[in-house]
């Protein structure tokens, strides 16, 4: 299985700030196929990012991904009080399809 | 818009079996999508437990692959997950969700339900 570490685990950073998330595989993930997804409290995951770098219908332009192979990386420009949030990345290239543990994106 | 509901018990004992339903509207399971149910256990990251074709073909997590059975029921318009001889271990939240095929992300969810597995 492809085993996706995300760091740090946890981000503390005020609104307005760019948020810099990193997600890395254990072994290269096929065509690019890794995606990011918000998950606030008490609720489902929401796709943002897949292909590494598209943005999901409706996804504001300050999300942004990127990487291939092994690194990938999810930046927020300018942190929105409502981007505070659990962040994982996921491989779907491979099977089983794995999750990193998340990054948790705190208010400083 | 697709949209997906889950429903079962919150509550299974150890050793027996968790069964769960996943009704869906907006969206005719017979069509196309491949859906699936991952879940997340309190405090963990997510684990993808398995996914089902519109067709029937099944691909399962290797490490549940013996405990595990999703099924369609298209007159229903609804897809389950049966889990047998559950633990503590399984005691999770799990959601229902949608991809286009296998080798798509997920990009519809259920809103999810608790699985405590208890005595």
């Known amino acids: 299985d492809i085993v996706l570490t995300q760091s740090p685990g946890t981000l503390s950073l005020s609104p307005g700030e760019r948020a810099t998330l990193s997600c890395r595989a254990s072994?290269?993930?096929?065509?690019?196929?890794l995606a990011w997804y918000q998950q606030k409290p008490g609720q489902a995951p929401r796709l943002l990012i897949y292909?590494?770098?598209s943005r999901a219908t409706g996804i504001p332009d300050r999300f942004s991904g990127s990487g291939s192979g092994t690194d990938f990386t999810l930046t927020i420009t300018r942190l929105e009080p409502e981007d505070f949030a659990v962040y994982s990345c996921?491989?779907?290239?491979?099977?089983?399809?794995?999750f990193g543990r998340g990054t948790k994106v705190e208010i400083k | 818009q697709v949209q997906l509901q889950e429903s079962g018990p919150g509550l299974v004992k150890p050793s027996e079996t968790l069964s769960l339903t996943c009704a869906v509207s907006?969206?005719?399971?017979?069509?196309?999508?491949?859906w699936g149910w991952i879940r997340q256990s309190p405090g963990q990251g997510l684990e993808w437990i398995g996914s089902?074709?519109?067709?029937?073909?099944?691909y399962y997590s290797p490490s549940l692959r013996s405990r595990v059975t999703i099924s369609l029921d298209t007159s229903k318009n609804q897809f389950s997950v049966k889990l047998s001889s559950v633990t503590a271990a399984d005691t999770a939240v799990y959601y229902c969700?949608?991809?286009?095929?296998?080798?798509?992300?997920?990009?519809?969810w259920g809103q999810g339900t608790l699985v405590t597995v208890s005595s």
């Open positions: 996921q491989q779907y290239g491979n099977s089983p399809w794995t």
């Open positions: 089902i074709s519109q067709s029937g073909s099944t």
């Open positions: 907006g969206y005719s399971i017979s069509s196309g999508y491949y």
């Open positions: 292909a590494a770098s």
């Open positions: 072994q290269r993930v096929s065509s690019s196929h």
């Open positions: 969700a949608s991809s286009f095929d296998t080798m798509t992300p997920v990009d519809y």
